[in-house]
């Protein structure tokens, strides 16, 4: 009897016309987002050419970096202002929500994204991408009758951008199935579908990129011991206080801007000058933050504690004045840098903590605390170190610890009222 019931519960998706379509366009989709999102890498990565500091330290920036970073804020004006895009277009994290990208708008966040990003704003390539696959999906998913199915194709388009973005087609998949949350009716056919679509791409990103984020920061290894699991408390703890940080900063931004937000060309340009000075006297804060967080795991130690920290305020301040001021780009690479060099910084404080220990569980858990990706993230983070099955529990702890601080305690959403108070008031 049971095995009946069990075949009859397969039988509709084995069986089912929509789902092989789906996987037909997940084929479609890893292929042809493959090639956009190698493009797209391609410029933003060989864009950077222009920022060459002549140290990592005080002010090792070059004055004349103002004026790029100002000119990529006319730039991304000109653009906003001829296509006419909104002063606060809906994020990455919105648009999984939505199981909906809207492809009119594809154009513009790809061009504005690819300025941002070439022009040093501390901003990820994750905005865009997730914007290519997921317009793409939309626009092949509403051919469908289905609204089960239109939500699942724009999905699988997504996963299918992140497929070579990121450091394997799990983590790919992983991430997208923990940000949109599909509903059940939805979810096994998300779940084939993103899963072959960013297979298929990463399976063409692969060999023509010759490398993906798999062991990029090379901490050193450390074995396992059972105080590790409350250290990975007392880590989540402290990135929930710089994910509070970020929170605070950001609003105060966002308060500071908020004159100019019919300011079209004029709102960017003074961002891009404001982050402009911040590179010039910190280079680190420039760009997504994958570089230079290889930087910091380098050269650390002759850094010093202090000055890590100071880096990742100013960061905070770099991404949120490029958030808030007309760049367009993702969030993800600049939080997992400041993860990451917060995460080296308390190890230089507490040496008996070893580095990779530090460093992964705040590399994860700073973004943790605000989105709610763990499994995304603890994959994320011993993938990128090359960490063992064991060396995963004090992230996940770590994570875990730093979201019921911050987002399960409710924190931010009476920061969020407190901030819209105002407002209403008005």
């Not at 096994?188 to 679509?197: A, E, I, N, P, R």
């Not at 798999?214 to 007392?234: C, R």
């Not at 170190?385 to 996940?396: F, R, S, Y």
Request: charged letters at 10%; hydrophobic letters at 55%; one cysteine or more.
């Amino acid at each position: 009897m049971a095995d009946e019931t069990t075949t009859s519960q397969m039988a509709p998706l084995a069986h089912s016309r929509d789902f092989w379509l789906l996987l037909r366009d997940a084929v479609f989709f890893g292929v042809t987002l493959a090639f956009g999102g190698l493009a797209f890498l391609f410029v933003v990565e060989n864009g950077d050419f222009w920022s060459d500091p002549t140290s990592n330290g005080w002010w090792g920036g070059r004055w004349w970096w103002i004026a790029v970073t100002a000119g990529a804020g006319l730039v991304v004006g000109i653009i906003r202002h001829v296509l006419r895009m909104p002063a606060h277009a809906p994020g990455l994290v919105e648009e999984l929500a939505a199981e909906r990208v809207e492809p009119r708008t594809v154009p513009g966040t790809i061009a504005v994204s690819a300025v941002s990003l070439v022009g040093g704003a501390s901003l990820g390539p994750e905005t865009a991408l997730g914007s290519m696959g997921g317009g793409l999906g939309t626009l092949v998913g509403e051919r469908r009758t289905d609204p089960d199915m239109q939500k699942a194709t724009t999905l699988t388009g997504i996963s299918a951008s992140y497929g070579g973005l990121l450091a394997s087609p799990i983590v790919a998949t992983l991430l997208v199935l923990e940000l949109a949350k599909p509903h059940r009716r939805r979810f096994t056919h998300v779940v084939f579908g993103s899963l072959v679509s960013a297979t298929v791409a990463f399976a063409i990103f692969y060999p023509i990129a010759g490398t993906t984020f798999l062991g990029i920061y090379d901490v050193p290894s450390y074995t396992f011991e059972d105080w590790h699991i409350l250290a990975g408390v007392g880590l989540g703890l402290a990135a929930a206080v710089g994910a509070l940080v970020l929170a605070v900063i950001t609003g105060v931004v966002r308060r500071l801007v908020a004159p100019l937000a019919t300011k079209t060309i004029v709102r960017p340009v003074v961002g891009g000058v404001v982050f402009g000075v911040v590179a010039v006297a910190l280079p680190l804060t420039l760009f997504t933050g994958s570089d230079q967080l290889e930087t910091v795991v380098g050269s650390g130690s002759s850094l010093g504690a202090g000055f890590l920290l100071v880096i990742v305020l100013a960061k905070i301040v770099a991404f949120a004045v490029c958030t808030e001021s007309g760049f367009i780009g993702g969030p993800f690479f600049p939080m997992l840098f400041i993860g990451g060099t917060y995460g080296y910084a308390i190890h230089l404080l507490v040496p008996d903590i070893p580095v990779a220990l530090a460093f992964s569980c705040v590399f994860a858990a700073l973004p943790g605390a605000i989105v709610a990706a763990p499994f995304s993230l603890v994959l994320m983070a011993a993938l990128m170190m090359d960490l063992g099955a064991l060396q995963t529990v004090p992230i996940a702890v770590a994570v875990l610890t730093s979201y019921i601080a911050v987002t399960g305690s409710g924190v931010l959403v009476a920061m969020a009222n407190r901030r819209r108070a105002p407002s209403a008031a008005t």
